[in-house]
């Protein structure tokens, strides 16, 4: 890989680590309720990328269910797990995307994989268990159940993907954009409160992250991953994009003043770990699972 796409993907993780840390400070710190800042994120989206809706894709149908599994039902429960589990935490489960897609491409394209995998796949579900139960009372993060769910449903997306025709990355945040955000207004309108009060209390900050989320992690962190994509093999990127949720522990601590602790480390280490050993030795029907939910939508 040349030094600038190097670079190019350095800056990609690394806004989508920050998104991480920046999110959970807009629903948790600023009070601002999750799916409702989940629908003003896509309706920026759909906003901004108005001229990318045309040509109209040809399978609109599938493009739709895409839209729920990587856009409002993966981002509305991404965000309610951020607004009830650390950040740090978060950025590992999350990594889950990556044998989720695995085990769904084993389900529905009939991939077969070998023991190598099949330990990074345990690994990766064992290092989560790690983060999330309490050791002194065996509960689990109810949070992070959230967190779990979203990348399940993400990887859901991945294989509708995989079976659409494909368009372009910017054509296809266009359409997530539209098709989300209406539904999670709505969604907001009926179990939320307070909306607007707490959006406009929240000042110039929840407006720059605002502005962040769309410009820096939809636009910029989108697109030049999939410049990438079209340049690198997926067997090359998806282990260098293990640089997010390193990037969204590091800043969660420093941000947020998240605290670090012998679980969040042990889980971390083992379960970053079986999803490099899976990244390391992609699918042959979905090389795309190597990298979970960013094929589709994104970390964050």
């Known amino acids: 890989m040349g030094f600038r796409d190097f670079l190019l993907l350095f800056a ?11 999110t959970r400070w807009v629903v948790f710190d600023a009070s601002v309720p999750p799916i409702f800042f989940a629908a003003v994120r896509f309706l920026g989206v759909a906003l ?17 269910f895409i839209s729920f599994f990587i856009g409002s039902g993966h981002f509305a429960l991404l965000f309610l797990g951020l607004a009830n589990a650390e950040a740090s935490a978060a950025a590992v489960v999350g990594q889950l995307g990556v044998p989720f897609s695995t085990l769904m491409s084993m389900a529905f394209l009939g991939e077969t994989i070998g023991w190598r995998r099949g330990l990074g796949i345990m690994l990766a579900f064992a290092g989560v268990l790690v983060i999330a139960v309490d050791p002194a009372s065996f509960t689990i993060s109810f949070g992070l159940l959230y967190i779990v769910g979203a990348a399940f449903i993400g990887s859901v997306g991945g294989i509708l993907m995989k079976r659409m025709e494909p368009i372009s990355a910017l054509q296809m945040q266009a359409w997530i954009g539209l098709f989300s ?14 909306q607007w009060e707490t959006y406009s209390a929240g000042g ?12 820096g992690v939809s636009i910029f962190g989108h697109g030049g991953f999939y410049q990438l994509i079209k340049k690198y093999d997926i067997s090359l990127l998806s282990p260098l994009t293990l640089m997010t949720p390193i990037w969204g522990v590091v800043l969660s601590i420093i941000m947020l003043g998240e605290p670090i602790t012998a679980n969040l480390i042990l889980g971390a280490v083992i379960s970053l770990g079986g999803v490099f050993v899976i990244a390391v030795r992609p ?11 960013k094929a589709g939508s994104g970390p964050s």
Not at 48 to 64: A, G, S, Y
Not at 181 to 194: K, Q, W, Y
Not at 204 to 215: D, K, N, Q, R, S
């Open 48 to 64: 901004l990328l108005v001229p990318f809706l045309r040509p109209i894709p040809k399978d609109i149908k599938t493009l739709f």
């Open 12 to 22: 990609v993780c690394l806004v989508w680590g920050l998104n991480i840390a920046v």
């Open 283 to 293: 699918n042959k029907s979905m090389p795309e699972a190597a990298l979970g939910k």
């Open 204 to 215: 110039l900050w929840v407006i720059v992250a605002t502005i962040f989320a769309v410009v």
């Open 181 to 194: 955000f209406l539904p999670l207004f709505a969604v907001s309108f009926f179990i939320e409160t307070g």
